[in-house]
């Protein structure tokens, strides 16, 4: 893969940006002698410089990415409030410019208007596209609803402030309050930032080059595990590119994804709402479709099993017709439930058993004729 700096299309260098990007770990490095000397390494401060990166990525992965970027779900104000102030710290840019670019990201995902496209190169993807501004004459054009949004408005218009207050001053304070402003800065603003930093970049980098594939063979965003471990659950990448508007990453339970899981506590507390959870028929579909697509790629005949797939999908849509139907008499019998009614209810839910066991059936099917196809010899080209 290509290493290559330098995008498509020429633009003026972002000095500011290079500057903080190429500052910390330089500041690091030399300040290194002078943390060992006043032993800025002791276990208050590390744990502190842990919580804030913690506070640094769910910021970003509940916030900035899911809530303000892909309306996932709704968030109390509140909650909206103290994303966006503390969101500010990780340095990441204003969540308007974040929320922006990433959904141009998703939109031409691999193209040459990506804003981040692993195709110009891996260092590109991962940092060397801020190092550069905007094309001029070409100006991104706001979305609507994040123009209108007073919170995200004012977090933008303040936020050099508040990132230089929530990134630098309130760990240095706490440093202050625990023995050393300094340890504070080297270790709980500097080293911190560095990491929290790096480790977003990383999904659009390395997420778009090692991993797997399971639910789209479309784009080049991949699962990868390690990466959901240091990013509280965005290394499902391959899956969030197949369905973004989910509130889950991880759409398994045992999927390594806290931020779907503060997403849902926020929700069972009052503070979000209308949590958006792709149907998992639409789920086991796309792994179907994809499984079959790398075994054509291997020149293996796929006819029979895009039919028993096909046949799968006609149940999966009979099924979402029943449950739709028996939320509706549910909603209308609240009042009062006669018996036409209870039977009616009875009725539904017995053919939607029948419905779910005629799919699990063809899934079985299918998955034993996938077995077949996969033994047979591959053609060769």
Same mark, same amino acid.
């Given at each position: 893969?290509?290493?290559?700096?330098?995008?498509?299309?020429?633009?003026?260098?972002?000095?500011?940006?290079?500057?903080?990007?190429?500052?910390?770990?330089?500041?690091?490095?030399?300040?290194?002698?002078?943390?060992?000397?006043?032993?800025?390494?002791?276990?208050?401060?590390?744990?502190?410089?842990?919580? /804030?990166?913690?506070?640094?990525?769910?910021?970003?992965?509940?916030?900035?990415?899911?809530?303000?970027?892909?309306?996932?779900?709704?968030?109390?104000?509140?909650?909206?409030?103290?994303?966006?102030?503390?969101?500010?710290?990780?340095?990441?840019?204003?969540?308007?410019?974040?929320?922006?670019?990433?959904?141009?990201?998703?939109?031409?995902?691999?193209?040459?208007?990506? !804003?981040?496209?692993?195709?110009?190169?891996?260092?590109?993807?991962?940092?060397?596209?801020?190092?550069?501004?905007?094309?001029?004459?070409?100006?991104?054009?706001?979305?609507?609803?994040?123009?209108?949004?007073?919170?995200?408005?004012?977090?933008?218009?303040?936020?050099?402030?508040?990132?230089?207050?929530?990134?630098?001053?309130? !760990?240095?304070?706490?440093?202050?309050?625990?023995?050393?402003?300094?340890?504070?800065?080297?270790?709980?603003?500097?080293?911190?930032?560095?990491?929290?930093?790096?480790?977003?970049?990383?999904?659009?980098?390395?997420? /778009?080059?090692?991993?797997?594939?399971?639910?789209?063979?479309?784009?080049?965003?991949?699962?990868?595990?390690?990466?959901?471990?240091?990013?509280?659950?965005?290394?499902? /990448?391959?899956?969030? /590119?197949?369905?973004?508007?989910?509130?889950?990453?991880? !759409?398994?339970?045992?999927?390594?994804?806290?931020?779907?899981?503060?997403?849902?506590?926020?929700?069972?507390?009052?503070?979000?709402?209308?949590?958006?959870?792709?149907?998992?028929?639409?789920?086991?579909?796309?792994?179907?479709?994809?499984?079959?697509?790398?075994?054509?790629?291997?020149?293996?005949?796929?006819?029979?099993?895009?039919?028993?797939?096909?046949?799968?999908?006609?149940?999966?849509?009979?099924?979402?017709?029943?449950?739709?139907?028996?939320?509706?008499?549910?909603?209308?019998?609240?009042?009062?439930?006669?018996?036409?009614?209870?039977?009616?209810?009875?009725?539904?839910?017995?053919?939607?058993?029948?419905?779910?066991?005629?799919?699990?059936?063809?899934?079985?099917?299918?998955?034993?004729?996938?077995?077949?196809?996969?033994?047979? !010899?591959?053609?060769?080209?």
């Amino acid at each position: 893969m290509s290493l290559s700096l330098e995008p498509q299309v020429k633009r003026d260098i972002n000095w500011i940006t290079i500057a903080y990007l190429l500052g910390l770990p330089l500041s690091a490095f030399f300040l290194f002698s002078k943390a060992q000397a006043e032993h800025v390494f002791f276990w208050p401060i590390i744990v502190y410089a842990i919580i /804030h990166y913690s506070i640094d990525c769910l910021c970003i992965t509940v916030g900035y990415h899911r809530f303000i970027s892909h309306k996932a779900f709704e968030a109390h104000p509140a909650v909206k409030a103290l994303i966006l102030f503390a969101g500010a710290g990780a340095f990441q840019n204003s969540a308007l410019v974040w929320a922006r670019d990433h959904r141009v990201h998703h939109r031409e995902v691999d193209t040459d208007d990506d !804003p981040y496209s692993i195709n110009k190169g891996f260092w590109y993807a991962h940092f060397f596209w801020m190092f550069h501004k905007d094309p001029k004459g070409i100006e991104k054009k706001i979305p609507p609803d994040l123009k209108k949004d007073a919170l995200i408005q004012l977090q933008h218009r303040f936020y050099l402030p508040l990132a230089i207050l929530v990134g630098f001053l309130i !760990p240095m304070f706490a440093g202050y309050l625990m023995g050393s402003a300094f340890a504070g800065l080297y270790v709980g603003a500097i080293l911190r930032l560095i990491s929290s930093g790096h480790c977003t970049f990383m999904i659009n980098s390395v997420a /778009h080059v090692l991993g797997t594939r399971p639910y789209s063979v479309n784009n080049t965003a991949r699962d990868n595990w390690f990466l959901s471990i240091l990013t509280f659950g965005e290394g499902y /990448h391959n899956y969030h /590119h197949r369905f973004q508007a989910d509130y889950r990453n991880g !759409p398994v339970w045992y999927a390594w994804d806290p931020s779907k899981w503060i997403i849902f506590g926020l929700s069972r507390l009052g503070l979000a709402h209308g949590l958006i959870r792709v149907d998992e028929e639409k789920i086991r579909l796309a792994r179907m479709e994809v499984a079959e697509q790398k075994l054509e790629q291997k020149g293996l005949d796929i006819a029979t099993l895009v039919k028993k797939r096909m046949e799968v999908l006609q149940i999966a849509e009979r099924i979402q017709a029943l449950r739709e139907d028996l939320e509706k008499m549910k909603a209308e019998g609240k009042a009062k439930i006669d018996r036409s009614e209870r039977a009616l209810i009875y009725s539904c839910k017995r053919k939607l058993k029948e419905m779910k066991r005629a799919r699990n059936n063809a899934v079985k099917q299918w998955k034993e004729q996938r077995k077949l196809i996969q033994s047979l !010899p591959c053609l060769q080209y």
